[in-house]
């Protein structure tokens, strides 16, 4: 299985050589993307200067576009499986193997860590926290799934799930709106338990002011791919 | 009903529409696609302006009071279709244009990594 590890990176100049390090040594089998999305600082520079394998954006498309970014270059490449992982340190790359494992058995198209089944680590703010239940309550009723971290950057993606993320990834809310597109189109999904860190450097995309507004706007998009379906296909 | 003043205003206003609409296109700011239907909105518009009878029948019809309401009404209609029609257009162009930055993003990664080994052979 050749596994391929999709970093985004905007402004994570102070993650990102840690990040690097600590998963090519815990994964030294697999093989990375850094999208950098146009940062503003020196992010790309460091990446350079490194030797890391890196994609450098020419304008900032947000995560959604970065992301799709590490699919389409997945797809060219013929991995067999993709993973999502967080350039900031969030994520803790001894997972992976575990994230891996239901794709591999064939279980599972889109396979999501979630910091909820076991409850351990880092489990963000309680008002984070009603809002991802939130979400996982829209997903439930829409897509008949059953998310406990729907925002979740942290997961694998099968060969085929990564053929149709190439061709229409969710651009605005990408992470809970490509769970119920993907499972609208048919594909499986599962969550299996990690821990995550906090942030070790840098800000967070979502500032918590607008997590609020963010939740409702991603509640009404899961309802619009209910109402209008997967029609990009 | 219309005052001949009103009519008066509309006519040149309509002339003036028009005629942007040919300078805009010959200086080749507007597309042939979109230049189109504005040239059409500008035509029609200028008919309604120059026989009112037309402006009052479809009045009569609808059963508005005022010619003035039915211009207001049909002009905020077809106004929204415009937007609605310009949102898509920019929706496609923002899905070219992410498509575009990936592919130049894979090439740039492919041109250095390239240059990279031709500088090894040296």
């Known amino acids: 299985m050749k596994v391929l590890v999709i970093i985004p990176a905007y402004n994570e100049a102070e993650n990102i050589v840690n990040t690097v390090n600590e998963l090519t040594s815990e994964c030294p089998d697999v093989d990375y993307i850094i999208v950098n999305d146009c940062s503003q600082d020196n992010t790309k520079q460091i990446c350079e200067s490194h030797g890391f394998n890196y994609i450098s954006l020419p304008i900032n498309l947000g995560i959604g576009g970065g992301i799709q970014t590490g699919y389409k270059y997945a797809v060219e490449y013929g991995y067999d499986v993709a993973i999502q992982f967080d350039g900031d340190g969030q994520h803790n790359a001894k997972y992976i193997s575990s994230l891996v494992e239901p794709i591999e058995k064939g279980e599972a198209s889109l396979v999501i860590g979630s910091r909820f089944i076991d409850k351990e680590g880092f489990q963000t703010s309680f008002m984070r926290r009603m809002g991802i239940g939130l979400l996982g309550f829209a997903l439930r009723i829409c897509g008949g799934v059953k998310i406990t971290d729907a925002t979740s950057g942290f997961r694998a993606v099968s060969k085929d799930l990564i053929e149709f993320f190439a061709k229409n990834y969710a651009q605005d809310y990408p992470e809970p709106e490509s769970i119920i597109a993907a499972r609208l189109s048919g594909f499986s999904i599962k969550e299996v338990p990690v821990v995550m860190n906090e942030r070790t450097a840098g800000v967070s995309s979502i500032n918590p002011l607008k997590s609020v507004y963010y939740m409702i706007k991603v509640t009404l998009a899961i309802l619009m791919y209910r109402i209008v379906g997967n029609r990009r296909r | ?122």
């Open chain 2, 1 to 122: 009903m219309m005052s001949e003043l009103f009519r008066v205003l509309l006519i040149v206003g309509v002339l003036a529409f028009i005629l942007i609409i040919i300078l805009l296109m010959k200086r080749g700011h507007l597309g042939l696609k979109y230049s189109l239907i504005w040239f059409i909105t500008g035509i029609v518009l200028l008919f309604c302006s120059l026989f009112p009878g037309i402006l009052k029948y479809v009045t009569h019809l609808i059963g508005i009071k005022s010619e003035v309401n039915t211009v207001f009404f049909v002009g905020v209609l077809f106004l929204l279709l415009i937007i609605l029609f310009l949102t898509t257009v920019v929706s496609g162009l923002n899905d070219s244009i992410r498509s575009l930055t990936q592919d130049i993003g894979m090439l740039e990664k492919r041109i250095r990594e390239l240059e990279g080994k031709n500088e090894s052979q040296k």
